[in-house]
């Protein structure tokens, strides 16, 4: 039983190479249903992209095709047994996950355990119709919110390939300067994103801890180059310098204030698309849900003011002018506590 990702359910995670590496041992896939690390309860993260993101990954362990689903299902390997697991979120509360949409987890996660092959978007609407209702301009709307939530979550904590920001204490809010003397260093977020005046990201390539070996080609060879690393894992494959280019022609630190600011954007949008559909929902659940967005808002700032504030004592670089300016001071963030009405 093996984690989708080689750390712990991170928010973006590339897939563990165990899956295509490990011929002989029927392996099962373990997805985390629960949001540990993406907001918990609190906050909307549909979780079928993130899902289909890993079962439809090609491993390239028996060439094209050898996707991490078809190694874990027993398809291509020829196990007699095949599994997939799940860590649930059930609790005490009426909803039994907490917040109404993350019912839509179990959901998901239920739908393409029997057939992976299916679309995390027609599962969405699917769970919609029978959750709420089956209005075209309602389902299509929060269909819509829900596919883009996780990457939401993932732009106002740890985009590009960030991955272990959180508070030391819990794993809900951002702690990134932590320095914790009675913990192991690689429980601690400057093992993972080694920021310095240089630049940031954890070095795994050839000439770091050669982590991208364990891949089979041509995606080892993908990884280990700065160039050609996919951009969303680009600081978990690299320590890229804060002036690199990027695709988009902005620098590393450029991109990164975007797409912190863009995380937050895009919840605020969230809060705006679901007030619109107060019409279509019963005033329980409306209010709920509504009341979970707004703490996501508030906690999208805190993360991205938290992070940019904190990078930018490394990178020395101002938050470009076009982009909204950080609401927190960078020393009282440091010493904020989660705040759990």
Known sequence: QV??????????????????????????????????????????AYL?????????????????????????????????????AG????????????????QANWYVFGRLAWNHRMDAGDIAREWISMTFNNEESFTGALSQM?????????????????????????????????NDPFSRPDWQPPYYHKADGL???????????NAVSQYFEPLSGLYDNVETCPENLLLWFHHVPWDHIMQNGNTLWEEMCRLYTLGVDQVRGFQKTWDSLEPYVDKTRFKDIQY??????????????????????????????????????????????????
């Open 146 to 178: 829900m596919m883009e939530s996780r990457e939401a979550v993932v732009n106002y904590m740890m985009p590009m390939g960030l991955h272990h920001l959180f508070y030391t204490g819990h794993h809900y809010g951002p702690e990134p300067w932590a």
């Open 199 to 209: 630049g940031v990201g954890f070095d795994r390539s050839t000439t770091g801890s």
């Open 3 to 44: 984690k989708n990702g080689p750390v712990d359910f991170q928010p973006r995670e590339p897939f563990t190479p165990l899956f295509g590496a490990m011929r002989r041992t029927p392996l099962m896939i373990e997805f985390q249903i629960t949001q540990e690390y993406l907001g918990w309860s609190r906050q909307m």
């Open 48 to 84: 079928g992209p993130l899902y289909k993101e890993v079962l439809d990954a090609d491993t390239y362990a028996l060439g094209p095709g050898t996707y991490v689903a078809s190694t874990t299902d027993g398809s291509v390997f020829d196990h007699a047994i095949s599994a997939i």
């Open 292 to 341: 979970k967005l707004k703490i996501q808002a508030r906690d999208a700032q805190w993360w991205r003011d938290a992070c940019l504030l904190y990078f930018q004592t490394f990178s020395q670089k101002a938050i470009p002018l076009k982009l909204e300016r950080p609401v927190y001071d960078l020393q009282d963030l440091m010493h904020m506590e989660v705040i759990m009405e």
């Open 87 to 102: 860590v649930a979120n059930t609790g005490t509360d009426r909803n039994w996950t907490g917040h109404h949409l993350a």
